[in-house]
T-cell receptor, first 112, second 116 residues
Framework: AQSVTQLDSHVSVSEGTPVLLRCNYSSSYSPSLFWYVQHPNKGLQLLLK??????LVKGINGFEAEFKKSETSFHLTKPSAHMSDAAEYFC??????????FGAGTRLFVKA | SAVISQKPSRDICQRGTSLTIQCQVDSQVTMMFWYRQQPGQSLTLIATANQGSEATYESGFVIDKFPISRPNLTFSTLTVSNMSPEDSSIYLC?????????????FGPGTRLTVL
């Protein structure tokens, strides 16, 4: 069965420190992988996507993610957190066809 | 890319009534979807809106409760019928320009529904 697992429901960091949001996927096929961010009372905004090209993907707002096939992971990182990064983050996979699989989400808290 | 707008952005409704949510995309898109996001939860796919034909519903969702229309490539509506407090949720419209697995999925801002 195909699935996306976000390993942390909540992550709390201090402003200026690194961010790591973890995501693992399970799929029989090479997936396309996405990270979306959802700010309070807003829709989902695409941060970045992996589609079988370079395994290190750079996105908007300083975020990047690395696809590791051997670990079936696609963790999201940022070197230095900003207060405006506080939001819900969703790891998403598409393994073929139009069906999209969402992770449960990770809420990022940023402390001043 | 695609920009998606939804109307209304929020509403408070009485039990037993119905609400129709509109979704407009600024590009011709291949696929349109409706999702529900309950408080503090991830997104659950309600249905795929098919142009000119009946929507394809996911398990647990039925046409009588969530009728969907898609008269053209850029517009769709979702109706939440005979509402109960359990229908209180955020409803999101989504679209893909093409049908490939690598294709980005775009989301509207959502409609926040509260049923009293």
């Amino acid at each position: 069965a195909q699935s996306v697992t976000q390993l942390d429901s909540h992550v709390s960091v201090s402003e200026g420190t690194p961010v790591l949001l973890r995501c693992n996927y399970s799929s029989s096929y090479s997936p396309s992988l996405f990270w979306y961010v959802q700010h309070p009372n807003k829709g989902l905004q695409l941060l970045l996507k992996y589609t079988s090209a370079a395994t290190l993907v750079k996105g908007i707002n300083g975020f990047e993610a690395e696809f590791k096939k051997s670990e079936t992971s696609f963790h999201l990182t940022k070197p230095s957190a900003h207060m405006s990064d506080a939001a819900e983050y969703f790891c998403v996979a598409n393994t073929g066809g139009f069906k999209t699989i969402f992770g449960a989400g990770t809420r990022l808290f940023v402390k001043a | 890319s695609a920009v998606i707008s939804q109307k209304p952005s929020r509403d408070i409704c009485q039990r037993g009534t119905s609400l129709t949510i509109q979704c407009q995309v600024d590009s011709q898109v291949t696929m349109m979807f409706w999702y529900r996001q309950q408080p503090g939860q991830s997104l659950t796919l309600i249905a795929t809106a098919n142009q000119g034909s009946e929507a394809t519903y996911e398990s647990g969702f039925v046409i009588d409760k969530f009728p969907i229309s898609r008269p053209n490539l850029t517009f769709s509506t979702l109706t939440v019928s005979n509402m109960s407090p359990e229908d209180s949720s955020i409803y999101l419209c989504s679209a893909k320009l093409a049908g490939g697995r690598a294709d980005t999925q775009y989301f509207g801002p959502g409609t926040r529904l509260t049923v009293l």
